[in-house]
């Protein structure tokens, strides 16, 4: 037990400097990613604010959903710490729009737009995060995991506030047995939530 | 004393029933150490041990603890069991929070309660197996991944989008397995054989939170026999004149095709009755291995594309689907040039070209433009390529026309595209001669303003050396009156200001007499010294008439 931390330290180390050197060579693609994703997510962000007015009656259910803190302070020195986020955050978002019981106070195109423009935002976020953090690489890891005897298996626990944030956000939703008041608040929040990482997409320029 | 020991014993009666059964307690601590959690899917699995086989009379309860809270609540489906084992489902648990088990061994109306190690459910959580369908093509297999949990899991409810599945296929007749790994729900295997089983099991995993579930049972299916037409082959698109063109492949004549699209995003979170292939209009039954569609047939983003062949009585399957972008594939428009000639050099811009509704992009993209230009009379073409938007391409012919046109490459390897080449441009390079006329006249007027400023540097010195070093020669009549040497003298010394005065007013009247005697040339100075101070003195009531006007001067400012 007393080796796994050691363990993990030169796994970590390995992986800072096959990051380093995979950093390079993705910069390259992940330029033009960039670019295209930060395009999508002011699109998605317009999507969102295009709609009617909020309707009045429904700003009395408004519930404040605690976006975590972290996310609100965008210069966070670890980018890749928030591409992943942006990533579950697209992913979760895309959830919440895809489930069925929508009715349409917002038109049908809308959301079918919606789901398109998160869609292709977590594909781009996808193909650039780095070594180690992307869907495919993870699979592979997996599978190399389980070759390993259970003790010498890397913990990876996930972060959890994102997700106790999107709970709360669909908690609400099925309280209110979906309804369109309900939909409207969710999508404000969303649109809320969003924005701040837009604005990390934006800082991705610099890079 | 007897008070203190009467109090002692008080204390000790009080407190032995707590010590006892602690002490007995103790015992059925040891009887059952580890409680392993186990959650797959929704259903919480505890298993523990019991050490001490004779104590069969024990009855295990659990109650659970949420986090922040401080109350135990019963939990459900595990109360007073005898076995080592209990199941229950994640009540109304909120999977991301921590939460606290105990569990209490019964015996005779003694218990005590022993408290499992905090853990967050999700944490803990492995995915169970997912449900496959199948379909058997004469080539391929189409598989049809339902999620894992019930349709209302509690412990998956964020992640119906987030699963990836991995799979191992063999042929049931031979041993070599094939693993496919990272697929989405809805997925096709090609390259199959005809009239063959295969069999296949799949696992899900969620590579976000770095789980993996474990395999579900293998299916078997057997393909079916050999199509009559083969599925079209090698799609691509490409982008040309503000519409796409697809292109594949065909084997066989007299076939009509058609095409069908489909959301990318469908295949993340598939819903039966939303995943539906969609036809597209232009490409009905076209009867060449192409087809041309506008750009606005459907909104920007990801989707699918497959083509089916028809002669008529038969069709063939669906050819392979291909991915595509329109964002990504699609956006390279021709690049704008504008030229300028010299003699022997062309100075070209590169403008980004206009888009019609969106923002203009494309100056964000890092993009290489590729100039050919070649002489309109021949056919030699030079290829340039270049990353700046502004620049010369020296060493041309003068008097000769010349044809320019541009496109533009992405720096990306992995998405090399590239735009259609823009308008050719048709510019003459000037002629060499004016070039040269033009030489001349401005080697003139190079040397002509270079004499203007030596003259104008030679009357600058001319008046610097009158101001500053002027010349010496006194005017003819003073000559005629005087040795030079006194008169220098004299002169020389009207370097000092006030004094010179003074002596020139003195020299001046006493002109005729100095000639007369030498000796006299002290006392003359003398006598203009003396007469400076005189006229010093004469001048002071002139002097404090000024300096009264200076004072009064003074006093107003």
């Known amino acids: 037990m007393s080796t796994k931390p050691d363990m993990i330290q030169k796994c970590l180390w390995l992986e800072f400097l096959v990051g380093l050197f995979i950093a390079g060579t993705l910069s390259l693609d992940c330029n033009l990613l960039n670019v295209h994703l930060r395009r999508v997510t002011w699109r998605n962000l317009r999507l969102l604010s295009m709609s ?70 977590a594909e781009y976020l996808n193909q650039c995060l780095e070594e180690g953090e992307n869907e495919n690489e993870i ?27 999107f709970n709360r956000i669909d908690n609400f939703l099925k309280e209110k047995k979906y309804s369109d008041c309900a939909w409207e608040i969710v999508r404000v929040e969303i649109r809320r939530c969003l924005y701040y990482f837009y604005k990390f997409a934006a800082l991705l320029r610099s890079k | 004393m007897v008070a203190l020991l009467g109090a002692m014993t008080l204390v000790l009666v009080a407190v032995a029933p707590w010590v ?63 076995s080592t084992k209990c199941n229950f489902s994640s009540v109304k648990l909120n999977v991301y929070e921590e939460i606290k088990l105990r569990i209490r061994a019964e015996k005779e109306n003694t218990s005590s309660w022993y408290e499992v190690d905090p853990f967050t459910p999700y944490n803990k959580a492995q995915i169970g197996p997912p449900e496959v369908h199948l379909e058997a093509e004469d080539k391929a297999i189409m598989i049809n991944i339902s999620p894992p949990g019930t349709k209302n899991s509690v412990m998956w409810a964020l992640d119906g989008s987030g699963f990836r599945y991995s799979l191992v296929i063999w042929k049931n007749s031979s041993s070599g397995e094939e693993e496919i790994e990272n697929i989405y729900s809805i997925h096709k295997i090609y390259k199959l054989l005809p009239e063959t089983t295969y069999c296949l099991k799949v696992k899900a995993a969620l590579p ?18 050999e199509n009559k037409l083969p599925p079209p082959e090698n799609i691509q698109v490409s982008v040309q004149n503000e519409s796409y063109v697809l ?64 002669d008529g009585n038969n069709t063939s399957f669906w050819s392979e689907e291909i991915k595509f972008d329109t964002e990504i594939q699609a956006f390279l428009l021709p690049p704008v040039l504008k030229v300028r000639s010299t003699s022997d050099s062309l100075h070209i811009y590169i403008g980004a070209p206009e888009q019609s509704g969106s923002k203009p992009v494309n100056q964000d993209y890092p993009l290489t433009y590729e100039i050919i230009f070649w002489e309109n009379t021949s056919n030699a073409e030079r290829k340039i390529f ?43 390079t000037k002629p060499g001669n004016a070039s040269n006329i033009w030489l001349i006249a401005g080697i003139g007027t190079v040397s002509i303003t270079i004499l203007a400023v030596i003259y104008v540097v030679k009357v600058l010195l001319r008046c610097i050396n009158y101001v500053f070093f002027p010349s010496l020669k006194p005017s003819s009549n003073i ?55 005189d006229s010093g003195n004469y001048s002071n009531e002139d002097e404090s008439e000024s300096k009264t006007s200076e004072e009064l001067q003074q006093d107003f400012v």
């Not at chain 2, 598939?270 to 909104?299: A, D, G, L, R």
């Open chain 2, 20 to 82: 006892l059964p602690v002490a007995a307690g103790g015992k059925n601590l040891k009887s059952y150490q580890k409680v392993e959690v186990d959650i797959i899917d929704d259903n919480f699995i505890l298993q523990w041990n019991r050490s001490d086989e004779s104590l069969r009379s024990v009855t295990f309860s659990f109650d659970y603890q949420k986090s922040g809270t401080d109350n135990w609540i019963k939990l459900p489906g595990c109360q007073n069991i005898t």
């Open chain 1, 139 to 165: 699979m592979k890891e997996m599978k190399v995991d389980e070759m390993k005897p259970s003790e010498a298996r890397v913990p990876h626990p996930s972060n959890l506030e994102l997700r106790r944030y």
């Open chain 2, 386 to 428: 270049k990353e700046k938007t502004d620049f010369i391409v020296p060493n041309l012919k003068p008097l000769t026309v010349y044809c320019v046109k541009a496109r533009a490459h992405t720096m990306d390897e992995k998405w090399n595209k590239s735009s259609a080449f823009g308008d050719v441009v048709f510019v003459k």
């Open chain 2, 247 to 310: 292109k594949w492949d065909y084997a066989y004549a007299n076939v009509t095709f058609q095409v069908q699209w489909l959301h990318a995003f469908l295949k993340r979170n598939p819903v039966n009755h939303s995943y539906k292939w969609k036809q597209m209009p232009n490409c009905e039954n076209v009867k060449t291995t192409q087809c041309v569609f506008p750009q606005n047939i459907f909104p920007k983003g990801i989707y699918f594309l497959r083509v089916q062949a028809s």
């Open chain 2, 479 to 533: 000559d005629e009156y005087f040795s030079e040497q006194p008169l220098k003298n004299l002169l020389l010394s009207t370097s000092e200001e006030q004094i010179e005065k003074c002596f020139i007013i003195e020299n001046i009247s006493t002109i005729a007499t100095v000639e007369e005697t030498n000796q006299t040339d002290e006392d003359h100075k003398k006598y203009s010294s003396q007469n400076c101070q």
């Open chain 2, 208 to 225: 976000m939170a770095w789980k993996v579930g474990i395999y579900g049972p293998v299916y078997c299916i057997k393909t079916t026999v």
């Open chain 1, 52 to 121: 009617n007015s909020f309707p009045i009656e429904c700003l009395r259910e408004n519930v404040a959903f605690e976006l975590p803190q972290e996310f609100l302070q965008y210069t966070q020195p670890m980018k890749r710490d928030m591409r992943k986020a942006f990533h579950e955050m697209s992913l979760q978002a895309f959830n919440i729009f895809s489930q069925h019981t929508f009715k349409s106070t917002w038109k049908e195109k809308h959301l079918k737009q919606i789901q398109i423009g998160l869609d292709q935002q």
